[in-house]
């Protein structure tokens, strides 16, 4: 079975900071790991995912994260926050080997990030 | 191209009524999800459609949820009757193939909630 732990329901960052959101798994297969972000009125979007090829894995807007499996971790950065970057961001698991074939997701609870100026 | 689309919006509805919910997935998608947000929780699985077919309904909390995907096109999730603890934002995701590099495109969901 497979779980995601999302330190921290709300991050608050200033614009031009560095982003860091939590996420921790639990998985008893090698896991696939993904981050989704959802803006507002908006549906989730995928940020990135790593899929056990390179452990630092780059996604759009400028977002990325490293699988670290002494860890069970797979934390979410950016650089530089931008406003534009304020959204809820959630991290999910899935096996590597799906017994059932298709690709189903177990998320975290969500982190909301907040970027003021 | 259009994404995932969903409706309504927005649902509010007393407990013990019936309430419908519509997915129409990316034309050319023959795997429908449909995923639920209980407020402050997880986004839970619920089911999964490969074009008409139930391919797996796992997640579906109980009986009074029913999902539809005749013609496999798009795909109906009914609530009858609905309970308190139905409310919740409901997602609905398609992908062309199975496997990780299929990645789910997700509607912007459905927000539901019984008074």
């Known amino acids: 079975a497979q779980s995601v732990t999302q330190l921290g329901s709300h991050v608050s960052v200033s614009e031009g900071a560095l982003v860091l959101l939590r996420c921790n798994y639990s998985?008893?297969?090698?896991?696939?790991l993904f981050w989704y972000v959802q803006y507002p009125n908006q549906g989730l979007q995928l940020l990135l995912k790593?899929?056990?090829?390179?452990?630092l894995v780059k996604g759009i807007n400028g977002f990325e994260a490293e699988f670290k499996k002494s860890e069970t971790s797979f934390h979410l950065t950016k650089p530089s926050a931008h406003m534009s970057d304020a959204a809820e961001y959630f991290c999910?698991?899935?096996?590597?080997?799906?017994?059932?074939?298709?690709?189903?997701?177990?998320f975290g609870t969500g982190t909301r990030l907040l970027v003021s100026p | 191209e259009a994404g995932v689309t969903q409706f309504p919006s927005h649902s509010v509805i007393e407990k013990g009524q019936t309430v419908t919910l519509r997915c129409d997935p990316i034309?050319?998608?023959?795997?429908l999800y449909w995923y639920r947000r209980v407020m402050g929780k997880e986004i839970k699985f619920l089911l999964h459609f490969v074009k008409e077919s139930k391919q797996d309904e796992s997640g579906m909390p109980n009986n009074r949820f029913l999902a539809e995907r005749t013609g496999g096109t798009y795909s109906t999730l009914k609530v009858q009757p609905a309970e308190l603890e139905d409310s919740g934002v409901y997602f609905c995701?398609?992908?062309?193939?199975?496997?990780?590099?299929?990645?789910?495109?997700f509607g912007p969901g459905t927000r539901l909630t019984v008074t």
């Open positions: 998985s008893s297969v090698p896991p696939y």
């Open positions: 999910a698991v899935t096996p590597s080997r799906p017994n059932t074939g298709f690709q189903k997701l177990v």
């Open positions: 995701a398609s992908s062309h193939a199975t496997g990780f590099k299929d990645e789910q495109y």
């Open positions: 034309s050319g998608h023959d795997n």
């Open positions: 790593y899929t056990s090829a390179a452990t």
